[in-house]
T-cell receptor
Protein backbone atom coordinates (compact mmCIF):
# COMPACT_ATOMS: atom_id res chain seq x y z
CA UNK A 1 0.00 0.00 0.00
CA UNK A 2 1.37 3.38 -1.06
CA UNK A 3 1.25 6.14 1.53
CA UNK A 4 1.00 8.66 -1.31
CA UNK A 5 -1.18 7.79 -4.29
CA UNK A 6 -0.56 9.64 -7.52
CA UNK A 7 -2.88 9.84 -10.50
CA UNK A 8 -2.92 9.42 -13.34
CA UNK A 9 0.02 7.03 -13.66
CA UNK A 10 0.57 7.99 -17.32
CA UNK A 11 -0.44 11.11 -19.24
CA UNK A 12 0.23 11.74 -22.92
CA UNK A 13 -0.84 15.10 -24.33
CA UNK A 14 -0.18 17.51 -27.17
CA UNK A 15 1.83 20.68 -26.78
CA UNK A 16 -0.34 23.58 -25.62
CA UNK A 17 -2.80 21.51 -23.59
CA UNK A 18 -3.40 21.98 -19.88
CA UNK A 19 -3.16 19.16 -17.35
CA UNK A 20 -3.50 18.39 -13.68
CA UNK A 21 -1.90 15.57 -11.71
CA UNK A 22 -2.90 14.57 -8.22
CA UNK A 23 -1.25 13.31 -5.06
CA UNK A 24 -3.50 11.91 -2.34
CA UNK A 25 -3.01 10.36 1.07
CA UNK A 26 -5.08 9.28 4.05
CA UNK A 27 -2.34 10.71 6.27
CA UNK A 28 -1.65 14.31 7.21
CA UNK A 29 1.71 15.66 6.13
CA UNK A 30 3.53 18.66 7.56
CA UNK A 31 4.62 19.47 4.02
CA UNK A 32 4.61 17.96 0.55
CA UNK A 33 7.18 18.30 -2.16
CA UNK A 34 6.99 17.90 -5.94
CA UNK A 35 9.94 16.62 -7.95
CA UNK A 36 10.55 16.10 -11.64
CA UNK A 37 12.78 13.27 -12.76
CA UNK A 38 14.15 12.77 -16.26
CA UNK A 39 15.54 9.47 -17.58
CA UNK A 40 18.97 8.66 -16.17
CA UNK A 41 18.78 11.45 -13.64
CA UNK A 42 17.81 11.88 -10.01
CA UNK A 43 14.68 13.77 -8.96
CA UNK A 44 14.94 17.56 -8.93
CA UNK A 45 12.87 19.51 -6.42
CA UNK A 46 10.28 21.82 -7.97
CA UNK A 47 8.45 23.14 -4.91
CA UNK A 48 7.64 22.56 -1.24
CA UNK A 49 4.16 23.39 0.07
CA UNK A 50 3.75 23.79 3.80
CA UNK A 51 0.50 25.50 4.72
CA UNK A 52 -2.93 23.92 4.17
CA UNK A 53 -4.64 25.66 1.24
CA UNK A 54 -1.35 27.09 -0.01
CA UNK A 55 -0.96 27.80 -3.72
CA UNK A 56 2.46 28.27 -5.28
CA UNK A 57 3.21 29.20 -8.87
CA UNK A 58 6.38 28.43 -10.78
CA UNK A 59 6.00 29.95 -14.27
CA UNK A 60 3.39 27.70 -15.96
CA UNK A 61 3.20 25.28 -13.02
CA UNK A 62 0.70 25.80 -10.19
CA UNK A 63 0.93 23.72 -7.03
CA UNK A 64 -1.78 23.46 -4.40
CA UNK A 65 -1.75 21.89 -0.93
CA UNK A 66 -5.10 20.69 0.33
CA UNK A 67 -6.71 22.40 3.32
CA UNK A 68 -6.38 19.22 5.39
CA UNK A 69 -2.77 18.72 4.26
CA UNK A 70 -3.56 15.26 2.92
CA UNK A 71 -3.44 15.98 -0.79
CA UNK A 72 -1.81 18.15 -3.41
CA UNK A 73 -2.15 18.90 -7.08
CA UNK A 74 0.09 20.13 -9.86
CA UNK A 75 -1.45 22.02 -12.77
CA UNK A 76 0.54 22.78 -15.91
CA UNK A 77 -0.75 25.41 -18.32
CA UNK A 78 0.12 25.23 -22.02
CA UNK A 79 2.37 22.19 -21.66
CA UNK A 80 5.59 22.08 -23.66
CA UNK A 81 7.75 19.11 -24.75
CA UNK A 82 10.32 20.23 -22.18
CA UNK A 83 7.79 19.44 -19.45
CA UNK A 84 8.10 15.73 -20.28
CA UNK A 85 9.25 13.70 -17.30
CA UNK A 86 8.23 11.76 -14.22
CA UNK A 87 6.49 13.94 -11.65
CA UNK A 88 6.82 12.68 -8.09
CA UNK A 89 5.20 13.91 -4.92
CA UNK A 90 6.89 13.24 -1.59
CA UNK A 91 6.28 13.91 2.05
CA UNK A 92 8.39 13.57 5.19
CA UNK A 93 7.66 11.02 7.88
CA UNK A 94 6.27 12.71 10.96
CA UNK A 95 9.14 13.63 13.26
CA UNK A 96 11.73 12.73 10.67
CA UNK A 97 14.45 14.89 9.25
CA UNK A 98 13.95 16.01 5.69
CA UNK A 99 16.15 13.22 4.37
CA UNK A 100 13.52 10.54 4.99
CA UNK A 101 10.76 11.02 2.45
CA UNK A 102 7.84 8.91 1.30
CA UNK A 103 7.37 9.09 -2.45
CA UNK A 104 4.40 8.32 -4.63
CA UNK A 105 4.84 6.17 -7.74
CA UNK A 106 4.80 9.23 -9.94
CA UNK A 107 2.98 10.45 -13.03
CA UNK A 108 4.83 9.89 -16.29
CA UNK A 109 4.03 12.90 -18.49
CA UNK A 110 4.77 12.95 -22.20
CA UNK A 111 4.14 16.14 -24.16
CA UNK A 112 4.20 15.72 -27.94
CA UNK A 113 5.16 18.60 -30.24
CA UNK B 1 30.06 23.78 -7.04
CA UNK B 2 29.67 20.05 -7.64
CA UNK B 3 26.35 18.57 -6.70
CA UNK B 4 25.84 15.04 -5.43
CA UNK B 5 28.07 12.62 -7.32
CA UNK B 6 27.56 8.86 -7.49
CA UNK B 7 29.68 6.07 -8.89
CA UNK B 8 29.53 3.93 -10.85
CA UNK B 9 26.71 5.05 -13.12
CA UNK B 10 25.89 1.51 -14.24
CA UNK B 11 26.72 -1.89 -12.81
CA UNK B 12 25.90 -5.47 -13.79
CA UNK B 13 26.16 -8.25 -11.21
CA UNK B 14 24.96 -11.82 -10.88
CA UNK B 15 22.83 -13.31 -8.14
CA UNK B 16 24.67 -13.94 -4.92
CA UNK B 17 27.39 -11.37 -5.55
CA UNK B 18 28.09 -8.33 -3.44
CA UNK B 19 28.13 -4.70 -4.61
CA UNK B 20 29.38 -1.36 -3.27
CA UNK B 21 27.99 1.95 -4.47
CA UNK B 22 29.57 5.30 -3.66
CA UNK B 23 28.26 8.82 -3.06
CA UNK B 24 29.85 12.20 -2.46
CA UNK B 25 27.43 14.77 -1.03
CA UNK B 26 27.02 18.32 -2.20
CA UNK B 27 29.57 20.73 -0.73
CA UNK B 28 28.43 21.92 2.69
CA UNK B 29 26.12 18.96 3.29
CA UNK B 30 26.74 16.49 6.10
CA UNK B 31 23.85 14.05 5.81
CA UNK B 32 23.46 11.33 3.20
CA UNK B 33 20.34 9.29 2.48
CA UNK B 34 20.05 6.33 0.13
CA UNK B 35 16.96 5.43 -1.87
CA UNK B 36 16.07 2.49 -4.11
CA UNK B 37 13.92 3.18 -7.16
CA UNK B 38 12.59 0.10 -8.93
CA UNK B 39 11.28 0.42 -12.47
CA UNK B 40 7.93 2.18 -12.51
CA UNK B 41 8.08 3.06 -8.83
CA UNK B 42 8.93 6.06 -6.74
CA UNK B 43 12.12 6.06 -4.66
CA UNK B 44 12.01 4.10 -1.39
CA UNK B 45 14.07 5.17 1.62
CA UNK B 46 16.82 2.70 2.58
CA UNK B 47 18.72 4.54 5.33
CA UNK B 48 20.29 7.81 6.35
CA UNK B 49 23.79 8.56 7.67
CA UNK B 50 24.89 11.49 9.80
CA UNK B 51 28.07 11.84 11.84
CA UNK B 52 29.23 8.47 10.48
CA UNK B 53 26.27 6.64 12.04
CA UNK B 54 23.11 5.16 10.62
CA UNK B 55 20.37 7.39 11.99
CA UNK B 56 17.23 6.06 10.34
CA UNK B 57 16.41 2.96 8.39
CA UNK B 58 13.59 2.00 6.08
CA UNK B 59 12.10 -1.44 5.55
CA UNK B 60 15.13 -3.11 3.97
CA UNK B 61 16.85 -6.35 5.06
CA UNK B 62 20.24 -6.50 6.74
CA UNK B 63 21.80 -7.40 3.37
CA UNK B 64 21.74 -3.64 2.83
CA UNK B 65 24.39 -1.85 4.85
CA UNK B 66 26.22 1.41 4.64
CA UNK B 67 28.99 3.58 5.86
CA UNK B 68 29.76 7.26 6.11
CA UNK B 69 33.30 8.58 6.13
CA UNK B 70 34.74 11.62 7.95
CA UNK B 71 34.55 13.63 4.72
CA UNK B 72 30.77 12.91 4.65
CA UNK B 73 30.95 10.64 1.62
CA UNK B 74 29.05 7.40 1.88
CA UNK B 75 28.91 3.84 0.60
CA UNK B 76 25.98 1.49 0.17
CA UNK B 77 26.75 -2.22 0.29
CA UNK B 78 24.39 -4.96 -0.77
CA UNK B 79 25.27 -8.60 -0.06
CA UNK B 80 23.87 -11.79 -1.58
CA UNK B 81 22.26 -9.96 -4.47
CA UNK B 82 18.81 -11.02 -5.62
CA UNK B 83 17.16 -10.39 -8.98
CA UNK B 84 14.76 -8.07 -7.18
CA UNK B 85 17.62 -5.79 -6.15
CA UNK B 86 17.81 -4.54 -9.75
CA UNK B 87 16.97 -0.85 -9.50
CA UNK B 88 18.26 2.71 -9.65
CA UNK B 89 20.02 3.54 -6.40
CA UNK B 90 19.85 7.21 -5.52
CA UNK B 91 21.91 9.14 -3.02
CA UNK B 92 20.57 12.39 -1.57
CA UNK B 93 22.32 14.90 0.64
CA UNK B 94 21.28 17.76 2.88
CA UNK B 95 22.43 19.52 6.03
CA UNK B 96 21.13 18.21 9.35
CA UNK B 97 18.82 20.50 11.27
CA UNK B 98 18.04 22.83 8.39
CA UNK B 99 14.38 21.86 8.23
CA UNK B 100 12.90 22.20 4.77
CA UNK B 101 16.18 23.01 3.05
CA UNK B 102 16.34 21.59 -0.42
CA UNK B 103 17.29 17.94 -0.72
CA UNK B 104 19.74 17.25 -3.56
CA UNK B 105 19.79 13.94 -5.40
CA UNK B 106 22.57 12.41 -7.44
CA UNK B 107 21.96 10.87 -10.87
CA UNK B 108 21.99 7.40 -9.39
CA UNK B 109 23.63 4.05 -10.00
CA UNK B 110 21.67 1.70 -12.24
CA UNK B 111 22.20 -1.82 -10.86
CA UNK B 112 21.22 -4.84 -12.92
CA UNK B 113 21.31 -8.26 -11.28
CA UNK B 114 21.30 -11.20 -13.70
Amino acid sequence: TQLLEQSPQFLSIQEGENLTVYCNSSSVFSSLQWYRQEPGEGPVLLVTVVTGGEVKKLKRLTFQFGDARKDSSLHITAAQPGDTGLYLCAGPERGSTLGRLYFGRGTQLTVWP
Amino acid sequence: DAGVTQSPTHLIKTRGQQVTLRCSPKSGHDTVSWYQQALGQGPQFIFQYYEEEERQRGNFPDRFSGHQFPNYSSELNVNALLLGDSALYLCASDRMGRGLEKLFFGSGTQLSVL
